[in-house]
């Protein structure tokens, strides 16, 4: 099955700078990506997600970036807010989500 | 409300002691699906079902059984529980057939065994 492995396992930032967390799968076959945040003690929902046949998408302060070839994706969170700290889960999928493969997760904190 | 509704919320259970922990969900999903989450591991997928009386292995289903007799519903059953069952659950739904959709999830069941 598929492997999504997630970097980095924390994260610290000021509030205000940027925070990417990065992505790679195995399955060249995976053709969606989707973003989950789980703040404390709450359940994941979606933030964000990308198709395989679209290499960028943005969404106000958040963008993921697709890379087919490397095999890996990217979340982009900018302008950081204490409320962006929480649990950022990346995942893939082939054809759609039926099945999702989450990655480890990335705990990050904006520092105020 | 739309929403994946999971009982019980918390659990503290002893080893070998037979339970249960029910999902329902209201959206008329096909899809639903158990997940338990460890700190460090992520979110892992026990079992997964697509239909009414389909349901398939995920990544870590030993230990674990479930059923799916009606559309809404999705129990976990755990026969004989052993302290490496200790964990958060999640359960979740999503319409099937299509090429993205958002998975939602329960509220999460804390399990403690033991």
């Known amino acids: 099955g598929e492997n999504v492995e997630q970097h980095p396992s924390t994260l610290s930032v000021q509030e205000g700078d940027s925070a990417v967390i990065k992505c790679t799968y195995s399955?060249?076959?995976?053709?969606?990506f989707p973003w989950y945040k789980q703040e404390l003690g709450k359940r994941p929902q979606l933030i964000i997600d990308?198709?395989?046949?679209?290499g960028e998408k943005k969404d106000q302060r958040i963008a993921v970036t697709l890379n087919k070839t490397a095999k890996h994706f990217s979340l982009h969170i900018t302008e950081t807010q204490p409320e962006d700290s929480a649990v950022y889960f990346c995942?893939?999928?082939?054809?759609?989500?039926?099945?999702?493969?989450f990655g480890t997760g990335t705990r990050l904190t904006v520092i105020p | 409300e739309a929403q994946v509704t999971q009982n019980p919320r918390y659990l503290i259970t002893v080893t070998g002691k037979k339970l249960t922990v029910t999902c329902s969900q209201n959206?008329?999903?096909?899809?639903m699906s158990w997940y338990r989450q460890d700190p460090g591991l992520g979110l892992r997928q026990i079992y997964y079902?697509?239909?009414?009386?389909?349901?398939d292995k995920g990544d870590v289903p030993e230990g674990y059984k479930v059923s799916r007799k009606e559309k809404r519903n999705f129990p976990l059953i755990l026969e004989s529980p052993s302290p490496n069952q200790t964990s958060l659950y999640f359960c979740?739904?999503?319409?099937?057939?299509?090429?993205?959709?958002?998975?939602?999830f329960g509220e999460g069941s804390r399990l403690t065994v033991l």
């Open positions: 995942a893939a999928s082939v054809n759609g989500a039926n099945n999702l493969f």
């Open positions: 979740a739904s999503r319409l099937a057939g299509s090429m993205t959709g958002e998975l939602f």
């Open positions: 990308i198709r395989s046949n679209v």
């Open positions: 399955d060249s076959a995976s053709n969606y």
């Open positions: 079902s697509m239909n009414v009386e389909v349901t």
């Open positions: 959206m008329n999903h096909e899809y």
